[in-house]
């Protein structure tokens, strides 16, 4: 009696020992998966500020007048950074 309690009692401990190791597991690839998450969403906006940027550019130094619009062409990429960050803090609400 006293062996099959014991013996019960190890396996209540592994348990509990494999669930805490399975949540450690689960919050580092949480993690992994939000910086990647947020560093495609910067990576992707850096290069499409790149390009839409010095073609913004060259489009304002050959009529000034359209600046406004060129401004706002900067803004829809710099939107993706933004979605980048949102899916990261919902990744990080799940953990």
Do not use: D
């Amino acid at each position: 009696m006293a062996f099959a309690a014991e013996q019960n009692a190890e396996q209540e401990i592994s348990k509990t020992v494999l669930t805490s190791e399975h949540k450690a597991s689960v919050t580092r690839f949480g993690l992994i998966a939000a910086a990647i998450a947020f560093g495609c969403g910067a990576i992707a906006a850096g290069f499409a500020i790149a390009n839409v940027g010095s073609a913004a550019m060259g489009a304002v130094a050959e009529k000034p007048e359209i600046a406004g619009q060129a401004l706002i062409f900067i803004a829809l990429a710099e939107g993706l950074v933004v979605f980048g960050f949102i899916t990261s803090l919902m990744i990080l609400g799940k953990i």
